[in-house]
């Protein structure tokens, strides 16, 4: 019987790590173009190399649980300091994403990259094994 829990915790890891980076080459590389692109060392710089380069390894599955563990808590600093000062409420601060973003790379931090990920191929501590097959 197959066990859909690690493969599907794969999919999430690679969809948000892909969008993740996706606001880390807007900050970086203005793409796709119109976005915010921030002076070279200025705060948002660093959260785009963090976005772009931490989403990147995310979605590859590669130290996952410490870059996970770091994506969390740009997301927590970066919540409290752009988005709740302007409302208590998410869906008036426009914070939303960053507390899903928060929480989910929470959970990968203590769920690791799955079965599908590159910390399983290179027997990282913690990574989820390849599950058996039954010969049948």
């Not at 796709?32 to 785009?48: D, E, Q, R, V, Y």
Request: hydrophobic residues 55%; charged residues 10%.
């Amino acid at each position: 019987m197959i066990v859909w829990e690690p493969r599907m915790l794969s999919i999430l890891r690679i969809v948000v790590g892909l969008l993740f980076m996706e606001h880390g080459l807007s900050k970086l590389f203005n793409f796709p173009p119109g976005t915010i692109h921030p002076s070279f060392l200025a705060l948002l710089w660093f959260a785009g190399v963090l976005e772009c380069f931490g989403g990147a390894l995310v979605a590859l599955g590669l130290f996952t649980r410490a870059v996970a563990f770091l994506l969390s808590g740009e997301m927590a600093i970066g919540y409290f300091m752009f988005h709740a000062p302007k409302s208590f409420f998410p869906l008036q601060n426009g914070g939303d994403a960053a507390v899903l973003y928060c929480f989910v790379f929470l959970y990968l931090c203590f769920a690791g990259g799955g079965e599908w990920s590159l910390d399983r191929l290179r027997g990282a501590a913690g990574a989820t094994p390849m599950p058996a097959r039954s010969g049948a």
